[in-house]
């Protein structure tokens, strides 16, 4: 079975405003799906009011937001208890360092990368400062970017509380094996995991049951959806950390992570997320009786596929061009290899040829990314940074072939 390619653009009316236009910077913001547009134009226009009073706009308002909840909560295997709906990743996560971080202690440590996005990264070695936490950097290899994790074993002890890691970077593109990486941890140490899906989950919405993590945390506003970000928090952990919520509401699930309380008409528009991948299962499998997390893992295997046949001529091309070096894995034959492409032109700036491209109606950018960390460990000025070409699965076999053909021209 093939990913209906034209049934999927259907559902994003943007596609349709420059037909020729080649959307490649997906990874800093997608498209937003027509269902997702949909429940926030009816709640601007119908239910624009405080939520969960007895009147009926107010209680449609309430169960509106409702269902975006519920349904995440669904569709990601986990207690609606343990859902935190936020303004943003950066936000979430620089509120989990306030709730995680004033737990520790001095002579505690934890484990960071150097690979990630600075949302989860910098807030982290922050607090640890604060706290006289010590801080361990499990690195990169230098050349390729990606983790080993053979170079993690030794900073694990009995000192480590948490470990901070991504699903998949930014601009190194290749997948972490999260479930083994975190069994790994934990049969070394106590430490808690946390984890940045933000690059992920465009591509997959994972079972987070299923990966034993202790946090989790992405952006719907790169998977087709409103401006806001899901955090998921175990349960089990929960009385180990401080609410940040006003003090007459601590102890609520839904307020401790989020002080800044939920952006009403957004909340309600994330289930519009989860419609567009019903709506996608239906179309390819025709059945509705299996449960979320399933149908999510059916769609998978039809994006990977797709999404794979984006990447494979883009890699091949840039990994053997004497005038580029590409950062991260050259092949997508392990399946763990997103169409995130990121690339540093040896003879020209990064910036000029992003612009060339532009130029050529091809959206992409170039710069450090908020992996400015990564990019200057690399061995790469971060000012100028790297190229970055970022494809999601409503992108087509013929925006790989205008990629290429004006790639091709810029370079030479």
């Not at 361990?136 to 000192?159: C, F, M, T, Y």
């Not at 020209?348 to 040829?353: A, D, E, I, V």
Request: one cysteine or more.
């Amino acid at each position: 079975m093939q990913l209906d390619i034209d049934f999927v653009r259907q559902q994003f009316v943007q596609l349709n405003d420059e037909p020729d236009f080649v959307f490649a910077s997906n990874a800093g913001g997608s498209y937003v799906c027509n269902q997702v547009n949909e429940l926030l134009e009816h709640y601007n226009r119908h239910t624009r009011v405080q939520p969960y009073s007895n009147y009926k706009s107010s209680s449609e308002a309430g169960a509106a937001m409702d269902r975006a909840k519920q349904d995440w909560a669904a569709a990601l295997s986990i207690d609606l208890s343990e859902l935190t709906i936020g303004p943003s990743t950066s936000m979430n996560t620089y509120v989990m360092s306030q709730a995680i971080g004033d737990c520790w202690r001095s002579g505690d440590e934890i484990v960071v990368t150097n690979q990630d996005h600075e949302a989860n990264n910098g807030v982290w070695r922050r607090k640890a400062i604060e706290k006289d936490v010590t801080i361990r950097e499990w690195k990169v290899d230098p050349d390729s970017g990606l983790l080993d994790i053979e170079a993690l074993l030794p900073l694990l002890n009995n000192k480590t509380r948490w470990v901070f890691f991504s699903h998949c970077s930014n601009l190194v593109g290749t997948v972490n094996p999260v479930a083994s990486i975190t069994k790994t941890i934990k049969a070394h140490s106590a430490a808690r995991v946390f984890v940045d899906a933000v690059a992920y989950a465009p591509h997959h919405i994972s079972d987070l049951k299923a990966l034993g993590i202790d946090g989790y945390a992405f952006s719907l506003y790169k998977v087709f959806g409103p401006h806001q970000g899901v955090m998921y928090i175990n349960q089990s952990i929960r009385d180990e950390l401080v609410s940040q919520a006003h003090y007459f509401l601590s102890g609520d699930p839904g307020k401790d992570f989020n002080p800044a309380g939920p952006q009403h008409a957004q909340v309600a528009a994330c289930a519009g997320v989860l419609d567009y991948f019903k709506l996608l299962h239906s179309h390819h499998f025709n059945d509705s009786n299996i449960e979320m997390p399933q149908k999510l893992a059916d769609i998978h295997g039809l994006i990977q596929q797709h999404e794979n046949q984006l990447a494979a001529p883009i890699l091949e091309f840039l990994d053997t061009h004497a005038d580029v070096r590409l950062i991260g894995k050259a092949t997508v034959r392990d399946d763990d290899r997103p169409p995130t492409i990121a690339f540093k032109p040896l003879k020209q700036s990064s910036q000029k040829l992003a612009q060339q491209l532009q130029d050529t109606g091809i959206g992409t950018e170039n710069g450090h990314f908020y992996a400015h960390r990564l990019v200057r460990d690399l061995g790469i000025d971060p000012d100028d940074g790297v190229v970055r070409i970022s494809l999601v699965h409503y992108n087509r076999q013929q925006d790989v072939a205008k990629i290429l053909t004006q790639l091709d021209r810029a370079l030479n």
